[in-house]
T-cell receptor
């Protein structure tokens, strides 16, 4: 049972480069989201999706794009990487209904932008 | 703007001690408060609290919510070195904000042998 799988685990980019962080879940969860974690700031929501074809912005969406073409996958795209995007990124998913806040997290992607 | 504040930010104790972690919040249309434990990488779920005054327990961990005073505490009794982690508090709004949590800064707990 894989749960939430994120790739890559580590990435180094140069300023201006673009890349996609991959996220896949095999639990048939409707809801998926991306968070970034910076020291002293907890986790902050970037984008989220309540189902295939539906996405919305979170607290810190600038510089990131998402799409949700299938229930399983929710990739996060950095359009033109900036040093301020150096962070640890977590993908998370959850069931609907009464337990939709119980997020299952992936193992994270540590991104450095030089 | 939703706000979640945890205290203390860090705590160092010895095995066997009891610790209390605090979480206060301000959120529109409160639905639930959650506690997560983060060791090394991915946060893992501990508790979800929706009703005031009802304690949730799991082994040596327990948590309670006060919706009037807008805070929650997480207690860990007889701490062990395996309890060393970052403890995250998060709140969720009602309505259609599924999976859209606001997290606190976290409390770093270090338990020495």
């Amino acid at each position: 049972n894989a749960g939430v799988t994120q790739t890559p685990k580590f990435q180094v980019l140069k300023t201006g480069q673009s890349m996609t962080l991959q996220c896949a879940q095999d639990m048939n969860h409707e809801y998926m989201s991306w968070y970034r974690q910076d020291p002293g700031m907890g986790l902050r929501l970037i984008h989220y999706s309540v189902g295939a074809g539906i996405t919305d912005q979170g607290e810190v969406p600038n510089g990131y794009n998402v799409s949700r073409s299938t229930t399983e996958d929710f990739p996060l795209r950095l359009l033109s990487a900036a040093p301020s995007q150096t962070s640890v990124y977590f993908c998370a998913s959850s069931y609907g209904g009464a337990t939709n806040e119980k997020l299952f997290f992936g193992s994270g992607t540590q991104l450095s932008v030089l | 703007e939703d706000k979640v504040v945890q205290s203390p930010l860090s705590l160092v104790v010895h095995e066997g001690d009891t610790v209390t972690l605090n979480c206060s919040y301000e959120v529109t249309n409160f639905r639930s408060l959650l506690w997560y434990k983060q060791e090394k990488k991915a946060p893992t779920f501990l508790f979800m609290l929706t009703s005031s005054g009802i304690e949730k327990k799991s082994g040596r961990l327990s948590s309670i919510l006060d919706k009037k005073e807008l805070f929650s505490i997480l207690n860990i009794t007889a701490t062990q070195t395996g309890d060393s982690a970052v403890y995250l508090c998060a709140v969720a709004r009602g309505g259609t904000s599924y999976g859209k949590l606001t997290f606190g800064q976290g409390t770093i707990l270090t338990v020495h042998p």
